[in-house]
């Protein structure tokens, strides 16, 4: 985490708050992001947001661009 602050001034969160994003990007396949419905997703999305799913764990019926 330190390293994430340091080198790429990034800020690692625990947990997802209930503020809009223009670009979420889902690099991890935890637990946590696993058992994350489908609204909560797509509420989590500013207009015309997207969401970039690298590891495949959305549902199908989300439209993400997907790696």
């Known amino acids: 985490i330190d390293l994430c602050r340091r080198e790429y001034n990034l ?8 503020e809009k994003y223009q ?4 690099a991890v396949a935890h637990e946590y992001f696993k058992k994350i419905k ?4 797509v509420n989590l999305l500013k207009p015309q947001g ?4 690298i590891k495949g764990l959305l549902p199908r019926e989300i439209d993400a661009i997907r790696v």
């Not at 800020?11 to 209930?18: D, L, N, R």
């Open 11 to 18: 800020e690692i969160f625990h947990e997802i708050s209930e």
């Open 50 to 53: 997207i969401i970039i799913d």
């Open 23 to 26: 670009v979420i990007i889902l």
């Open 38 to 41: 489908k609204e909560k997703w």
